[in-house]
């Protein structure tokens, strides 16, 4: 089955500046790879998605990159701020859109801790 | 327009009591699915239900643990017997269709003691 490493685990940098969070896949049949932001007690929030056909998206200050060839995906979060502080996960999946459960569903990375210091 | 509605957001049980972990999709979503996360852990799939069917469980443990969605009222998912390791976050996920974007409830926090 799939398997999603995600790196680091814990991430500090100063307010303002940039943010990069990378994971990397095995299953080359993989084809969307979602961010989610999860608050402390809270569900995780879909923050940004990306499929296959596509290098890049942009979202205001989040953008996420997509090599297919090397089965890496990272998260770049610009112009940090406070609220940025949070837990990030990557997934991957086979279905269109990460539905599907089971083996073509989400597989989750372990998340890394995004810290913002003012 | 509700998100995914989780109850209860919290839940504490005994070693051996059961916990009935419920979810209600958001509106017009037919598709319903059920996530684990442990301390310092991703989410890890357990169970994709329809209305009436279990589509895919593959992520279920094989013993005490159990769910349903019916044709009327919330999703289930019950742990019987529950254990100190049962301790978790449990996630409920709805989405309008198999092949489209799912989204994700606040979860429901039990602790085994």
């Known amino acids: 089955g799939e398997n999603v490493e995600q790196h680091p685990s814990t991430l500090s940098v100063q307010e303002g500046d940039s943010a990069v969070i990378k994971c990397t896949y095995s299953d080359s049949a993989s084809n969307y790879f979602p961010w989610y932001k999860q608050e402390l007690g809270k569900g995780p929030q879909l923050i940004i998605d990306?499929?296959?056909?596509?290098g890049e998206k942009k979202d205001q200050r989040i953008a996420v990159t997509l090599n297919k060839t090397a089965k890496h995906f990272s998260l770049h979060i610009t112009e940090t701020q406070p609220e940025d502080s949070a837990v990030y996960f990557c997934?991957?999946?086979?279905?269109?859109?990460?539905?599907?459960?089971?083996?073509?569903?989400?597989?989750f990375g372990k998340g890394t801790h995004l810290i913002i210091q003012p | 327009n509700a998100g995914v509605m989780q109850n209860p957001r919290h839940l504490v049980r005994r070693r051996g009591q059961e916990a009935r972990l419920r979810c209600s999709p958001m509106?017009?979503?037919?598709?319903v699915y059920w996530y684990r996360q442990l301390p310092e852990e991703g989410l890890k799939f357990m169970v994709y239900l329809q209305k009436e069917n279990i589509i895919d469980e593959s992520g279920m443990p094989k013993e005490r643990f159990s769910a349903e969605f019916p044709k009327e009222g919330p999703s289930i998912l019950r742990i019987q017997q529950v254990v100190r390791g049962d301790s978790a976050a449990y996630f409920c996920?709805?989405?309008?269709?198999?092949?489209?974007?799912?989204?994700f409830g606040e979860g429901s926090w039990l602790t085994v003691v």
């Open positions: 990306i499929r296959s056909n596509v």
């Open positions: 997934a991957a999946s086979k279905g269109p859109m990460g539905a599907g459960g089971g083996a073509d569903g989400l597989t």
């Open positions: 996920a709805s989405s309008i269709d198999r092949d489209d974007t799912i989204y």
């Open positions: 509106k017009g979503h037919s598709h």
